[in-house]
């Protein structure tokens, strides 16, 4: 991987990871449009980390608030949410901890797995348009599912955010709400394999295959761009419906499929 190929792509991470297309699926779509070979995913995990990176700095307001009511050391509604957040990590953290090794083998599966991920994450994005049931608060029982959505979304080509989204407003969970909720939820579960990448060496250049200046660049490109993302969607989930994720996600599925056997 180049340098200019680790802009790109990082451009790619933070454009797509906050919208409900799959961060994921369009990396890899980017890699074979590109020609880029790479024999483990370090520089997914950066990437990945850049635009928890930015959601970090988008909501460190929302993030200020919460840890103030936590450390006042009482049931308060900042706590009740954490605690809430911590519900929804368990399932993704089932996934990390016993099918890591089934997680790294879906990535090798190339087009053909991203674009059948593709189609389920636009019948998600559909459904959530038609089932409206009484919208209501995110309750404990709905944290756990919406965590269940976001564990199946290691997936490549099943959006984390069209997931986590979806699932809350099939749930009755409000849009602003949501949307707030499925940004929060992921920080801890990326930044954490972030780390343990970090302190176990894989990250390093040796390891990975790829440069410091490379990975770097991606970094930088995916944080910019995710940041910028970040603000776009809180704004598109509050104001328009997801039909229009749909069909990309529907029409970028069949091409996938389609090339993947070209």
Do not use: W
Request: hydrophobic share 55%.
């Amino acid at each position: 991987m180049g340098f200019l190929e680790a802009i790109l792509l990082g451009i790619v991470q933070g454009l797509t990871e906050f919208l409900p297309v799959s961060s994921s699926g369009h990396l890899v779509i980017g890699k074979e449009l590109l020609g880029v070979e790479s024999t483990n995913l370090s520089f997914e995990i950066v990437v990945h980390a850049a635009t928890v990176l930015s959601t970090l700095v988008a909501f460190r307001k929302d993030i200020a608030g919460l840890l103030s009511g936590l450390f006042r050391f009482q049931m308060n509604m900042e706590t009740i949410y954490i605690f809430k957040i911590i519900v929804s990590m368990l399932p993704v953290m089932v996934v990390g901890l016993f099918f890591k090794d089934s997680v790294e083998a879906l990535f090798g599966g190339g087009l053909v797995v991203v674009g059948f991920a593709l189609l389920v994450t636009s019948l998600l994005l559909f459904l959530s348009g038609i089932i409206k049931p009484k919208e209501k608060g995110i309750t404990f029982s709905n944290a756990l599912l919406i965590g269940v959505a976001q564990s199946l979304a290691v997936v490549p080509g099943l959006s984390r955010s069209g997931s986590t989204i979806s699932a809350g407003l099939m749930l009755g969970v409000k849009r602003e709400d949501m949307a707030r909720f499925s940004f929060l939820m992921v920080l801890v579960p990326i930044l954490g394999e972030a780390f343990l990448e970090l302190v176990s060496g894989d990250l390093s250049s040796q390891s990975s295959g790829i440069g410091v200046l490379v990975l770097s660049a991606g970094f930088v490109a995916a944080f910019l761009s995710g940041l910028f993302a970040c603000k776009a969607m809180i704004a598109l989930v509050k104001r328009t419906k997801l039909r229009g994720f749909a069909l990309y996600c529907a029409v970028a599925g069949i091409l996938a499929i389609v090339f993947s056997y070209v």
